[in-house]
């Protein structure tokens, strides 16, 4: 058996179908994934309007990962065929949800709890602010005519 390699182009299979993209059989007992984004030059709503289990699918192969997972362009094919210039599109890691956004004062994210005055006149410990970590509205002073007290953190 030999490997995929990065470059090359190859006739394959299309094994199976996700709504992220068609994993294609290049190689005998070796696949990879054409992502929806390298199936075509236009935006696709749906993988099925392209193709469906059991097509034949000419793709190039334009990487492979650390964990060895092959990435795979019918774009790159088209583009090719068309005279246009290809350019392999970064892969942009999944967002991560942890720290910042609402959240408790440690977090980093602001959170907007009732106001409380103590006799420091600072709003929640913590910094003298109303949101959590940066201080993201703080109050050092109670405020007088024609001010608010509030000033900006950024």
Known sequence: MSNIEVGKTYNGTVKSVRNFGAFVECVEGKEGLVHISELDNCRIDKIDDV????????V???GVDDQGRVRLSRR???????GIPYEVREV???RSFSGGGFGNRNSGGRSFGPRRFGSDNRG?????????GGGSFGRSRR???GDSGFSRGY
């Open 92 to 94: 942009k890691p999944k």
């Open 76 to 82: 790159a094919i088209i583009c090719e065929e068309q």
């Open 51 to 58: 193709c469906s289990v059991g097509d034949s699918m000419t």
């Open 124 to 132: 929640r410990e913590g910094g003298g602010s109303f949101g959590g």
């Open 60 to 62: 190039k192969c334009i």
């Open 143 to 145: 405020p007088s005519s």
